[in-house]
């Protein structure tokens, strides 16, 4: 096994809405990835993907509220640091976050140059403007990007240059864990095409050390990542490797998710994933049991009882269902 870059224990996060309710959207996140991997995370809109990601940075802002759990990257446990400390010592050079349309976020009458200097400068205010100019220049260059881009405004590029960029701001620092949500959803097939491109030669060429890809396309998640993970209100259901996830899922939720990329038919690729009838449970009461238990066709009342742990199978492959491996697989196989 690989040295373990980012450890996630028992991740409990929440929302407190304007009326006080409590939004329970990361509940009991555990994950670990090794240098050099990337982990996908995939589930439908609303199951706590985004707020998984703004968790793990370990910067709250109401009203997302840290509740319990560790997040450690690197040896280093970031839980409980003050918003100001992981500010100046974690965000840019420990992880780094790309959010959901962070290209449409950057100021469109900044520089590209100035944004860079503000990333830099949050860790070290001395740098001169002519270091972190050189240093820009020569990461762009062996980006594929040209560097005349760090003079122009955001507002002068296109939608997929746009984000390349965000991209390369936001992994100047070399961080040691990139959170990307949805990077390539916004855009073009080749622009898409060029953004994964990217990503993967950020990994190979040690500009980042490992890597969480969130993203609402499976087959996409499939080519890019080492492992997926399947997300399911609030809580995680199932992780393999991607390969495995994809040709032999164990979750009846993962199952229903993952059918769609077995027999991709063509236009599907952009598919929002509502294969599954029924819709997720409310985040503020969850149900107690399984929380697909409403939705899954081989669900009975016990189901519905009492509360499932992950449980590990194989090597490195975890699920939370009552029934067993052997069970469900029999199950599939018969249908
Ligand atoms: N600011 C907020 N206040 C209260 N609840 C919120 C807030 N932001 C998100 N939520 C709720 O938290 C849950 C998780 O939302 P989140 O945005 O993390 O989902 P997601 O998986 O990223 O969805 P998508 O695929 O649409 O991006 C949802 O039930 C959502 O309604
Ligand atoms: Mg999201």
């Given amino acids: 096994m690989g040295k373990i870059m980012l450890e996630v224990k028992d991740l409990k996060t929440k929302y407190v809405t304007r009326f006080h309710e409590d939004v329970y959207a990361v509940d009991g996140v555990s994950l670990t990835i090794e240098e050099g991997k990337s982990l996908g995370i995939a589930g439908e809109s609303g199951c706590g993907k985004s707020t998984l990601a703004l968790s793990l940075m370990g910067y709250y802002f109401a009203p997302l509220h840290y509740m319990s759990g560790d997040i450690i990257i690197d040896g280093t446990n970031i839980s409980g640091m003050k918003p100001d400390d992981v ?57 594929g990007l040209p560097p005349e881009v760090l003079q122009k405004h955001a507002v002068e590029l296109s939608g997929g240059m746009k984000q390349r960029t965000v991209i390369a701001i ?28 990217m990503m993967r030669e950020l990994m190979e060429k040690g500009f980042i050390r490992s890597m969480i890809f969130i993203t609402h396309e499976l087959p996409l998640l499939y080519n890019v990542t080492d492992d997926i993970m399947v997300m399911y209100a609030g809580q995680i259901v199932e992780r393999g490797t991607a390969r495995e996830m994809v040709f032999d899922p164990i979750h009846p939720y993962s199952k229903g998710l993952m059918g769609s990329i077995i027999v991709p038919e063509a236009g599907t690729r952009d598919q929002k994933l509502t294969a599954i009838p029924g819709t997720p449970p409310n985040l503020k009461r969850p149900p107690a049991g399984c929380r697909f238990a409403d939705r ?9 009882g009492a509360t499932v742990a992950m449980k590990d199978f194989d090597n ?8 067993s491996v052997e069970h469900l697989r029999e199950v599939y196989a018969d249908e």
């Fill in 316 to 323: 490195g492959r975890s699920y939370r269902c009552r029934y």
């Fill in 296 to 304: 899954c066709k081989y669900a009975t009342a016990e189901c519905k």
């Fill in 170 to 197: 936001s992994t100047i620092l070399s961080p040691k864990v990139l959170i990307a949500d949805e990077p390539s959803s916004a855009l073009d097939v080749t622009s898409q095409k060029m953004v994964i491109k």
């Fill in 87 to 143: 500010r100046h010592k974690i965000l840019g050079n420990e992880i780094a976050y790309i959010p959901q349309a962070a290209m449409n976020a950057l100021n469109p009458t900044q520089k590209i140059i100035r944004f860079i200097e503000d990333v830099i400068h949050a860790h070290d205010p001395k740098a001169t403007k002519k270091d972190i100019y050189d240093l820009a220049k020569q990461r762009f260059e062996v980006l």
